[in-house]
């Protein structure tokens, strides 16, 4: 049976992202831990975050887990979710705040300027609902799952990768920017799949069997 931890380090909706996966992978062991031993041992990891990155990085930081999500994103597949995604990267706009710099780029702000639809109304940061996704990898998280399929999204910031070749997605709110990352063994999203109904479900599902 196929062990998979989400990492509690005080942040993240873990109730809906558990609720998903065991959903998703009912053939799965699904744990909720800040235990290091027991992400060790999975054999998978899905790293979420929810709220400030300042926010999540230090309370990374005091639950003493920050090696070891590091290990796990350089021996295993690791679905990093919101802003588990820009903690990826060297740092955020936000506070000022730096991340773990697994990725070269930054996390910013929508721009105002850019904040207006064609037909002018102004948006609203964060952008919270559903948006459409456009597929920019042949990954086999997106097995099964149409290019502009809608998922739900909550946040103000969004990474801005210097390698465009990690980019797996994107979808526009007031301009295009990047919504998912993926290289080797890590695939990382700023949509939330645990409250994107179906499209979500499934890609938990391509993530269970995802053998990178």
Request: a neutral charge; charged letters at 20%.
């Amino acid at each position: 049976m196929s062990r998979i931890a989400i990492v509690d380090y005080g942040t993240g909706n873990l109730r809906s992202v558990s609720q998903a996966v065991r959903a998703a992978a009912p053939d799965c062991e699904v744990l909720v831990t800040g235990c290091a031993q027991d992400i060790a041992r999975a054999d998978r990891v899905i790293f979420p975050g929810q709220g400030a990155m300042g926010d999540c990085m230090r309370n990374l930081e005091a639950s003493g887990l920050k090696d070891t999500v590091l290990q796990a994103l350089a021996q295993k597949p690791v679905l990093a979710i919101c802003i588990g995604l820009q903690m990826l990267f060297e740092k955020s706009d936000e506070n000022d705040c730096a991340g773990l710099g697994l990725y070269k780029g930054k996390v910013i702000r929508f721009p105002q300027a850019a904040l207006m639809t064609a037909s002018g109304v102004r948006l609203k940061v964060p952008q919270m609902g559903w948006n459409t996704v456009q597929q920019r990898q042949h990954h086999p998280v997106w097995d099964g799952i149409a290019d502009g399929s809608w998922f739900y999204f909550v946040h103000s910031y969004f990474v801005a990768p210097e390698d465009d070749t990690l980019t797996a997605a994107t979808t526009s709110y007031g301009l295009p920017f990047v919504c998912a990352v993926a290289r080797d063994n890590v695939f990382a999203t700023q949509f939330h799949p645990e409250k994107s109904a179906d499209a979500g479900l499934r890609l938990f599902a391509n993530f269970v069997h995802w053998n990178p």
